[in-house]
């Protein structure tokens, strides 16, 4: 069992930067790969970024690369996105994601979640 609290979020003008922590509990949090999702009203949730269990691989969505960098500190049982270059179409309830073995893009594939964290992006 692992449970995921994320934190970080708030509102921001366009072309500021955040970051994001997801803080996961037990002491396995290093056999996980990490996601990052997000969801805009009236939207499906969305991939932006994953990062393997060792951190030597990470993956971004189209529409965040070269702007959000994710990373993890596994002593700490810690994931983070940091997003800079911020858009108004940033703006989404940001959700972390843990699951087993490899990294994925679908939602689906993520067995564990956090509650969220909203993230508001001003023009």
């Known amino acids: 069992q692992v449970q995921l609290v994320e934190s970080g979020g708030g509102l921001v003008q366009a072309g500021g930067s955040l970051r994001l922590s997801c803080a996961a509990s037990?002491?396995?949090?290093?056999?996980?790969?990490m996601g990052w999702f997000r969801q805009a009203p009236g939207k499906e949730r969305e991939f932006v970024s994953a990062i393997t269990d060792s951190g030597g691989g990470t993956y971004y969505a189209d529409s965040v690369k070269g702007r959000f960098t994710i990373s993890r500190d596994n002593a700490k049982n810690t994931v983070y996105l940091q997003m800079n270059s911020l858009k108004p179409e940033d703006t989404a309830v940001y959700y972390c994601a843990a699951r087993q073995y490899s990294t994925a893009v679908s939602p689906g594939a993520y067995e564990y979640w956090g509650q969220g964290t909203q993230v508001t992006v001003s023009s």
């Open positions: 037990g002491r396995t949090f290093s056999r996980y790969a």
